[in-house]
């Protein structure tokens, strides 16, 4: 089986060598970009499973990397951001990125981070014909989302949020039980990323996301589909 492969963006040297022998030696395939310029230049020929990227780069922030890189595909985004970068961590998974890794950060980590996201952009969803609420579609067999008929545009952590949701709706779920069933209990970080997550997906699928229709939060609990 062909490795799978990892695109590595940090304007440290001395960071991108030691993620990228942690990946290699984890059996990766690993390119590395010193700027979001070089990065571009890349990925037509590399085609990355995953990048991992760093919030702080020059010229074009990871953060702009990030919002163009929305425009064209889907591949998981892990960010890399400092303790201090709270603001970024969160403009970062509003602009489509799917986790992020705070530094300091173990190699261990992020090899077992990116391992995961991997497994669960590879995994498949459950037997299903599809579910349909209202104008919303939900494919999981093609990871496809339709609103009244036109295809909508979700990162692979959305569409699994609302995936996930959409298998009963009507049934509230914590940002605990969302996570679990994303990451099979094995999640590390910051529940609030859910929150994120929901603010994106409601800002594509819904009418007017300030009074959502379909993806309805349920205060003081989490979140759940609407029922049919």
Known sequence: MEPKRVLVVDDEESMLKIIRY???EAGFRVET???????????????????????MLPGASGLEFTR????????????LSAKSEEIDKILGLELGADDYVTK??????LVSRVRAHLRRAAA???ASNGHT????????????????????????????ILEVLSRSPGKVFSRAAILDSLWGGGFVGDERA??????NIREKIERDPAEPDYLLTVRGIGYRLREA
Do not use: W
């Open 133 to 160: 609420v209202g104008d919303l579609r939900i494919d999981p067999d093609s990871h496809q989302v339709y609103m009244r008929g036109v295809n909508i545009h979700l990162t692979t952590t959305e569409f699994q």
């Open 33 to 55: 970009a010193e700027d979001a310029e070089t990065a571009e230049r890349v990925l037509p020929s590399f085609h990355p499973d995953l990048i991992v990227l760093d919030v």
């Open 22 to 24: 942690a990946l290699e």
């Open 104 to 109: 300091p950060f173990s190699p261990r980590e």
């Open 124 to 126: 498949p969803t459950s």
């Open 68 to 79: 163009d890189l929305r425009t064209k595909s889907s591949v998981p985004v892990l960010m």
């Open 194 to 199: 859910v929150d994120v997550h929901v603010h």
